[in-house]
């Protein structure tokens, strides 16, 4: 089996559907955001505030070139902007999990932890900003996908088995 990838918005629910994959399959799984971190040692938000975004998407690069050489039989979530290496198809499966705006804010608003997840994503400080990014990223994740899920009001289960059903085909 390739590698699966991950890709879609922030706050979508890459890394929680991640964790049911695994749980659903066994398979290994890794995270870049968390990869760059350990890297970093620090978290991502401290990366932007401290060296911007051009910095954070360098090291999103670097991750990528290690992943297609080391990585294999992985399932692999991303930050919302990592779709732009240029290697992601030579490091597996793409599939873009798929929401509206509106329904991956209302997931995050929704989270028990909502205060804590938002602050997490640099990104969703300004929700204008935040939208406007979304609908320039939509068709550049469909344009990548090799799968598309559809998420929207699903449960994060029955994505996971949706995801492995179509991964095997």
């Not at 509206?100 to 804010?105: C, E, H, N």
């Not at 939208?131 to 929207?152: F, G, H, N, S």
């Amino acid at each position: 089996m390739k590698n699966i990838i991950l890709i879609g918005f922030m706050g979508v629910g890459k890394g929680s559907t991640a964790r049911e994959i695994v749980k659903q399959s066994g398979i290994v799984a890794v995270d870049t955001d968390d990869i760059i971190e350990s890297m970093e040692n620090r978290r991502i938000k401290k990366i932007f505030e401290e060296d911007g975004e051009a910095y954070f998407r360098d090291l999103e690069k670097r991750v990528a070139l290690w992943l297609q050489k080391s990585v294999e039989n992985t399932l692999i979530s991303t930050g919302g902007g990592f779709y732009k290496v240029s290697n992601l198809k030579k490091i597996g499966k793409v599939v873009l999990l798929d929401s509206s705006f509106d329904g991956i804010y209302k997931r995050i608003k929704n989270h028990p932890n909502a205060e804590k997840k938002l602050k997490k994503r640099p990104l969703f400080k300004e929700i204008a900003k935040a939208k406007e990014l979304y609908k320039q990223r939509l068709p550049e994740y469909k344009k990548v996908a090799d799968i598309i899920i559809d998420v929207e009001g699903k449960s994060v289960e029955k994505i996971a088995s949706e995801i492995l059903k179509k991964v095997k085909k």
